[in-house]
């Protein structure tokens, strides 16, 4: 939001610079981003002088330039070279002088130099007026009143504004703040605690009177819990024209293109008073009444952009006798607005119910400045008085007269809040007594009125234009930002409890995963939990039904809560390999959401995503792809971590991998992992492989819970290794392997591991050869041949009975 300085002061006649309010502002809650500088002419006419042409003579050696001699109150006239057709001797014009800074339409600044023209020296420039920014003509040089003295200032002449804008990032809870009556209203009560006490003035709306009823428009406001207040008055014989100078600049000041005098006026109110109004065409009123209504949904409405919308049935519609004419609150339509040719108008001043408004600006992606105001909740018994305002001003710049009496629709008046306030509640979440005077002082510098006072507390009744203020914690939050919260001192003493928790608390597993995970080269991401609702059509495991539909979507996009987080990370994925980032390891905590029939529930899930190669090309290593054996053993790392290694594997039955494997503990699914299907990623257009591990996250800290760390001590005697080129059945699995292993040897194999496989000629049709290795330990003493022996037999005679297989 944009406040002007010069603006500001109308309000409340303070002498603090900029840099003062600026920082007074932000102590107050109202954070000034940053300040800028606004000129009404770019430059503000800096280095520009009257002076006046003494000669005017021929250029000797160019046809269509002139020398003159120019004088500008120095010692010496200066010599200028000119090439305007009408300068001429006797004249009093503007002069930029050497070293003054000038401006292109397009905003580039160039500066006057001494030089030489065609031979002659030229000590200026004698302008125009779109050389100074005060015009369109170029015709010739500007030619200033003889009156003028010489060496005055043209910037004097013309009253050039110069103007300091406050950009504040404004909270959504400040609507009061919201133009630049409420930046005031803060800006007084911080200046009382200043020392300082100054008078806040308001326009005023004393002059307005009825000049005659010869143009009267009726109001019916059919939804009236949609539009709990609307008032309106005719204003004829008006000349739609130029807004005057000052009116532009201040517009201008806050970043506003100044249209005609009549929008221009409805946007001046606008920001000084944070009241919306709209200025329909009297003439463009069928019937001479207006209906404040919704209208069936589908029906088309074209707005003042010329975008043709489709109307929802619950889009509160400003109408006439026969037709729509404006969004309420949101938009203008294109027929009804004010143009060059409308002589009469009808004025509206209007409170909306917000959220009406807030939904349909979403519905219909617009974002104008009154639908951020009524979105948020303005003062609804400022109507009036700014509808009277507005009328003044657009009689005083555009003519005209009053030409019916205000329709005011008011039926049940929004109620100021009434607040119950406790010093010693005050004292407990401040940490700092305040002066209960000051307090009180506060609170009236606030316009909140103390209705009753006791020992304990204060009765109080808070505007309503202060929607965001209903409850004592409230209360407590105006006094300590009025009164400062870098008074509160800082206690020396340091309080601090430690509570019990548990290890295996959510948020310490995922710190210690996750620290493990960016150790091994993976980044943590965090993505949208709302998605869009065409995913469930991705997997057949997704149910629509089951989606958690969002009632007021950001848009079609993201209207329902994820079902899984597979879509998420691959548009995350999709996302990075369009910018060039093909080889990725990424993870990521989050839930997933499911509205069954008899409940809704949500399940947290950890996600991790591998694409591309393992690391970036290197001059000293071979670069590798990532494969399925290298995901399953960053799982395996993580399970091991959080002592779940003896885990079951079994196939996957997820209709979004290609080829995978599921994790289970008991009857608890762990985690499924594997390679994501090639028609799922060109959804998403991705070409290359993409792996995909989810981690019940739920079930992984169940278990963990009922697992022990055990600690062994490193074994003082040799492991002793033994290898088995065996021939095998083409069905037969390395798990198939490492089973019998484990079974037939229990407590002295230490480790299987297939370290050769190989497939081709000379095996037999349906053979296949695995070259596996057992790691045998005693830990207690020395294995023997006889003892290691002994196991290689038995392991020999299992494989072939179990197996049918063959050493080679």
């Known amino acids: 939001m944009k406040i002007s300085y010069n603006w500001l002061k109308q309000f409340i006649k303070t002498t603090w610079t900029p840099d003062q309010i600026s920082e007074l502002l932000t102590d107050l809650g109202l954070e000034v981003e940053g300040v800028s500088s606004f000129q009404s002419v770019k430059g503000g006419l800096e280095g520009i002088v009257v002076g006046e042409v003494l000669t005017c003579v021929q250029h000797p050696n160019a046809d269509r330039l002139k020398v003159t001699t120019v004088d500008i109150g120095l010692e010496t006239p200066l010599q200028i070279v000119c090439g305007a057709p009408n300068v001429a001797a006797g004249q009093k014009v503007p002069i930029a002088t050497i070293g003054t800074t000038l401006y292109t339409k397009e905003g580039e600044a160039w500066t006057i130099k001494k030089g030489k023209i065609r031979g002659e020296e030229s000590h200026g420039m004698i302008c125009a007026e779109d050389e ?70 308001t326009p005023s709306v004393s002059a307005f009177h009825v000049d005659n009823r010869t143009l009267r428009i009726d109001v019916d406001v059919i939804n009236k819990d949609l539009a709990p207040r609307y008032c309106g008055v005719t204003i004829s014989g008006i000349k739609v024209e130029t807004s005057p100078d000052w009116l532009q600049n201040r517009l201008k000041a806050i970043g506003l293109t100044p249209k005609n005098n009549i929008v221009d006026a409805t946007n001046y109110v606008l920001h000084e008073l944070g009241q919306p109004l709209h200025a329909f065409d009297a003439a463009k009123i069928t019937g001479n009444k207006i209906e404040v209504k919704t209208l069936p949904k589908g029906t088309k409405f074209i707005t003042l952009d010329e975008v043709e919308r489709e109307l929802h049935e619950e889009d ?41 408004v807030r939904k349909t600006a979403k519905r219909h992606n617009l974002n104008t400045d009154a639908s951020f105001r009524f979105e948020r909740g303005i003062d609804p018994n400022i109507t009036e008085y700014a509808l009277k305002r507005a009328a003044l001003l657009i009689q ?81 939050e105006e006094i300590l930002r009025v009164y400062g919260y870098n008074n509160i001192k800082t206690n020396e003493k340091i309080n ?100 069954y029939k008899e409940t809704r529930e949500e399940y947290k899930h950890l996600s991790v995503f591998v694409t591309g190669n393992r690391h970036n090309d290197r001059w000293n290593t071979t670069t590798k792809p990532s494969d399925f054996f290298f995901l399953k053993g960053t799982i395996s790392s993580v399970l091991e971590r959080l002592g779940l290694a003896n885990y079951n594997a079994s196939p996957i039955k997820n209709d979004v991998f290609s080829e995978g494997v599921v994790f289970s503990f008991g009857k608890k699914q762990l985690v499924e992992f594997g390679v994501i299907k090639k028609s799922i990623l060109k959804h998403f257009g991705i070409s290359q492989d993409v792996l995909f591990a989810d981690f019940n996250w739920d079930h992984v800290i169940e278990m963990a819970k009922h697992q022990s760390v055990k600690f062994h001590s490193i074994p003082k005697y040799p492991e002793v290794k033994r290898d088995f080129a065996l021939l095998l059945d083409n069905n037969v699995t390395f798990e198939d392997i490492d089973n019998i292993a484990n079974q037939t040897e229990k407590k002295l194999l230490k480790d299987v591991n297939l370290f050769d496989v190989y497939q081709g000629d000379n095996l037999p049709a349906g053979k296949k050869s695995y070259a596996v290795s057992f790691t045998l330990q005693d830990e207690n003493k020395t294995l023997t041949d006889k003892q290691i022996e002994k196991i290689m037999k038995k392991l020999q005679a299992n494989f072939e009975k179990e197996l049918g297989a063959e050493l080679r």
């Open 132 to 201: 100074l920014g005060l015009g369109e003509s170029h015709d010739g040089i500007m030619v200033l009143d003889t009156k003028l003295k010489v060496g005055t200032l043209v910037a004097d002449i013309f009253e050039v504004e110069n103007d300091q804008v406050f950009e504040i990032g404004l909270t959504p809870n400040r609507a009061d703040a919201m133009s630049h009556l409420g930046t005031a209203r803060d800006l007084k009560a911080g200046l009382l605690q200043k020392d300082v006490q100054l008078e806040l003035i």
């Open 316 to 356: 509160l519609m400003i109408c006439n006798a026969e037709t729509p004419m404006c969004i309420a609150g949101v938009f203008g339509g294109l027929e009804s607005g004010v143009t060059a040719t409308t002589t009469s108008i009808f004025l509206e001043s209007a409170y909306f119910n917000p959220v009406s």
């Open 396 to 476: 005083d710049i555009a003519g005209g007269e009053i030409t019916s009496d205000v329709s005011d629709f008011y039926p049940n008046k929004i109620e100021d809040f009434q607040v119950r306030f406790s010093f010693d509640n005050a004292k407990k979440l401040i940490g700092e007594e305040i002066p209960r005077d000051l307090i009180k002082q506060i609170l009236m510098s606030l316009d909140i009125k103390i209705n009753n006072v006791t020992e304990t507390g204060l009765g109080l009744t808070v505007p309503a234009y202060r929607n965001d203020v209903q409850r004592e914690a409230d209360i407590i």
């Open 496 to 595: 601090a409890s430690i509570s019990n928790t548990s290890r295996f608390e959510d948020y310490k597993l995922q710190n210690v995963i996750g620290n493990q995970l960016a150790s091994q080269g993976y980044y943590e991401t965090l993505t949208n939990s709302l998605t869009s609702p065409e995913y469930v059509t991705l997997s057949e495991q997704l149910k629509e039904e089951h989606n958690v539909e969002m009632l007021n979507p950001l848009s079609s996009d993201l209207s329902v809560l994820r079902q899984s987080v597979l879509f998420s990370g691959l548009e995350n994925v999709s996302h990075n390999i369009n910018r060039k980032r093909d080889n990725l390891k990424l993870f990521e905590f989050g839930k997933t959401y499911h509205n």
